[in-house]
């Protein structure tokens, strides 16, 4: 069966002035793959992940998502299309509820049938464990928790493309393996793109591995072939 | 008069204006320069600077130059002063957090501007000028002898109004030397550019905001006092300086001290100009508007940084 | 009927009750209120549920307000038609500013705002022929007459203002609960957040200040035919700063907030005029207090501590 292409970009680069952030970037994601996009600090992945959802502009080159040529097209547009995005930096309403948080992520999608609200709020939130603190104000909660709120936000939206920026940071390991569990479900009806430091998750989830650097890809493949990949080691370790 | 004659009686008057709002915009800007906050109060300070010359030479009676001169020292030292309160007790228990700064600096200027209502009362009271000898500026003309020179009548100035031309460049070439000549300048303008790492090298900031504060409210209260011999202390007269210093810091950029000084040059020179020639009123029309469609389509002004 | 409808619906009995309860001067009064309250709920549809502190609303007051005016005044257009004028004026002219201001955000926001009120103000002094200028106009009785009902009638005039203020009381309240309503309140909260969750948030900024706008018109448009003047210090500075004042007292970000900060102001400010002519003097003291301890307002500090199902 040949995988269908989600999302793929053609020579996409980003600078900064006279900075670099992103060289001529091919990214090719099929549908229905977990990636994980992984590098060191400052490779360029979250700059590159910004361009994919519309935050920040490419300075040169095409994005294509679902067959079509999104890299004018504003975020909330893309948002719209079917991809999400859960934000590096924990980025949730803080004064409002955990059940509003996932109404607002929600209602879009539910414009005739606005009375399902609370039963797909609900829903979400038990995907991620967080039903039973519907009610609280979000920014009270632990910050895993908030993490895990980020990703029922994201689930809520019933995307196409969920995309996560570094996920696990500040997660204990018992929420880690939670959160592994809940991507591989998650998998099943959504492609995934993780940015993720920890390599445990990594091995864990991927089906294919994107390794960035300095702007650039310089890997791609299997867990297997990254982890033997020597360009791969001399980027982390330093060579 | 004719046209020639009265573009330059309407251009010295403009420089008059000019020499005071480029102090009194300096001190707005030095404020958001350092500090990033926009204080909407800032033209009460300059009233009060007025009105605080006004009490000083009334007490003061003896000659005027005198009364002048202490007023001249007195009324920015207490404006400064009374700045360096507001800052402590108010703007400084709201971190300096913009929004929540302006609709406070709003109840400061309200404050400020009805007190002194009740106080100094709604009657506007004039300051007797040091020194006021009228000098006829001569105009030329060609004749059949060649170039010709007269004095038209209603072509003069005050040798007070020139004064308050030098006045305003000797406190601006002052404030410059400040900024970046001394170690005081240094200070002020590490915190103007990098608050955190500023505080990490053991800069007081708090104490340089306070100090900011005062100085600005201070360089307006002396703007005040100049031109209170030519205009009279009223309790509503901040108004205008408000308006025209933010319109100068705007445009010239917020943040750009050398921004201020070249579009209060520009603003006050073409203010005077209008204002002569057509109507005050239209005068402030355009200005408001250029304000607004600056900060609209080009919002680094013509110096400056951006505004968030 | 939720507690929420049935607590505003109440707040309408009560004050159609108090047009048989209340002496003359207290009624007289809280006519004027019910029409500020108005203004002060159009505000806080933009500052307290989106987030946009606009230093210049007076400009939407006064479009309402010259529109429905000069209609009257200078065409002879009788006083129902003039009024939608009013409206239609100021729909307009909140769309044009909109359009134009919301290119800028927070400070240049708020500095932009108050440029164009300033704008408005001195062209209103300019054309002093057309509007008589500082000195304003009156709007004749025998012309403030909606299908034969004589409005210049305090009791006629207070069940006008109370029939447009609720109207509006429950206009807000439907949106706020409505859909639109959250997503204002999540560009308020965290806009980058609300874009990413696929939200324009250009859009409903300008739709709320479009409805702000026009809301606002209908107050001044109001106030002009119910009170019979019309004038310029209705677009000085101290007008746009008093519909801030009277949300942030009575709690920005509520329904019922608008209307109980400005009854209390206008109480307040009514009670220390008898001691001074400084009135604006409480305004500012109020503000300071307001921003320094009690940023939740009235209303606001009542739905934290007790009755957290406040809209």
Redesign the interface.
Known sequence: MVAVSLLSTQSVSRHFGGLIAVQNVDFDLPKGEIRALIGPNGAGKTTFVSML?G?IPVSSGRIMFQGQDVTQLP???R??QGMA?T?QIT??????SVY?NV???V??RLSNA?NKLAQEVETALTRVGLQAYSERTAGDMAYGHQRLLEVA?GLG?SPQLLILDEPTQGLSDAEVDDFITLIKEVAETTTVLLIEHNINVVMALADRITVMNFGEIIAEGSPEEIRQNDAVQTAYLGG | MEFGPHLILAMLEGLVQASVLTLTALGLSLVFGVMRVVNVAHGEFFMLGAVFAYAITDWLTGSAAVGFLAALIIAPLLVAALAVVCDRMILRRLDYDPERTIVATIGILYVLQQVTLMTYGPDAHPVTPPFNQRLAIPWFEFTDTGLEFYFPWGLSTTSYKLFVIAAACVAGLGIWILMARSKLGLILRATQLDRETAQAFGIPVERVYAFVFGLGAAIAALGAVLVVPIQQAHYLMGGDPLLLSFIVVIIGGLGSLRGTVVAAILIGMSNGVISVFFTPTLAKILATLLVAFVLVYRPAGLFGTKVA | MSRELSLHLSLITLLFALHFILPEYHHGNLARVMVLAVYAMAYNVMFGYTGLLSLGHAMFFCAGMYGMGLSMRLYEISAGPAFVIGLGVSAVFALLIGLLALRTIGVGFMIVTLMFSQAIFLTILYFNPITRGDEGFVIPQAARQIADIDLSDSGNRYFAALILFSICLLAVLKLVRAPTGRVLIAIRENEERAKMLGYDIWAHKLGAVVMSGTMAGAAGAAYGLLFGTVGASFAEVPFSILPLLYVLLGGPGTVIGPFVGTLFMFYLRDLSSALTDAHMLVAGVVLILLTLYARRGIMGLIREKWLKWLP
């Open positions: 959802c935050r975020a909330h547009k948002i719209q995005y934000f980025s949730i309403f803080a004064e409002l509003e109404a607002l992520a209602q879009p606005i936000m939206q």
